[in-house]
């Protein structure tokens, strides 16, 4: 993974750390090459041990240009496998829940208490305010994210100028965004406050998850079942509005 740390470095890190900030988080990446179902295991069994409150459990995403894209591409190291990914996702959550964690997000777990509240303006589709470099920044119309070059972020702050650029969302853009995030989160899709035709339209479209056991509705709420989490993604874009 071309990290700077060692996993024993990482560990002792954790250690030092839980007794002075209790409530911490860490990230888990699964499906690596070479990163067998044991091993699996054995890493969220560590976590657990340590007591971590709150997990962030990623399928790793090979980006372009990274050391690790250009060993798989020379066949030096194995490509990412997807049925192997969604096996250790599925192992993931039932090890978590039966440690007594709570999936309530697609790639969170948290003990009770613990669920991440910065994180929960995001799927909630609150307003927030980044700071920084290549930060974001969402008020309840319009997306902005400030550059992420340091030396340009800095030269036009000290002009006064904030380098960002703006995305002005559209209604039809807000209401997939909707769809997206909150089919991700255990509390499902929100269809109170919906007019009628939209309401109706994501029912119909959801019909056929619904029959394959992919999908739940209760109430006004439609919310992935566990091996719906596997799908999330191509389900939340089949719901989506042109």
């Known amino acids: 993974m071309n990290r700077a740390h060692q996993a024993d470095q990482a560990i002792n890190c954790l250690k030092l750390a839980l007794p002075l900030f209790p409530n911490i988080s ?3 990446i699964y499906g690596t090459p070479g990163l067998s179902d044991e091993r699996w ?3 969220m069994e560590t976590a657990v041990s340590l007591g971590v409150p709150h997990l962030s459990c990623y399928a790793l995403t090979v980006e372009s240009k990274t050391p690790l894209d250009k060993l798989i591409r020379e066949k030096k190291k194995a490509p990412t496998d997807p049925d192997v990914q969604a096996a250790q996702f599925r192992m993931g959550m039932d ?4 440690a007594g964690y709570e ?3 697609i ?4 003990k009770p208490g613990f669920r991440s509240r910065h994180n929960k ?8 305010l980044g700071i920084g470099p290549s930060a974001h920044s969402y008020n309840g119309s319009s997306r902005q994210w400030n550059v992420a070059n340091n030396q340009r972020y800095l030269k036009e702050i000290s002009t006064g100028h904030l380098p960002a650029e703006t995305e002005l969302l559209t209604p039809i853009q807000k209401l997939n965004e909707k769809i997206m995030i909150e089919l991700r989160t255990t509390e499902g899709l929100d269809l109170s406050g919906m007019d009628d035709q939209t309401k109706s339209s994501l029912l119909q ?3 056929q998850y619904l029959e394959r056991g992919l999908m739940i509705q209760e109430a006004n709420r439609l919310r992935l079942t566990k ?3 596997l799908l999330a993604d191509g389900i939340a874009a089949d719901l989506f509005f042109e």
Do not use: M, P, V
């Open 26 to 28: 860490i990230d888990l």
């Open 41 to 43: 295991i054995k890493n």
């Open 95 to 98: 090890y978590l829940e039966a």
């Open 103 to 105: 999936h309530y997000e």
């Open 107 to 110: 790639s969170n777990f948290a």
């Open 121 to 128: 303006s995001y799927w909630e589709g609150k307003k927030y």
């Open 205 to 207: 479209k959801s019909s």
């Open 227 to 229: 091996e719906g989490k």
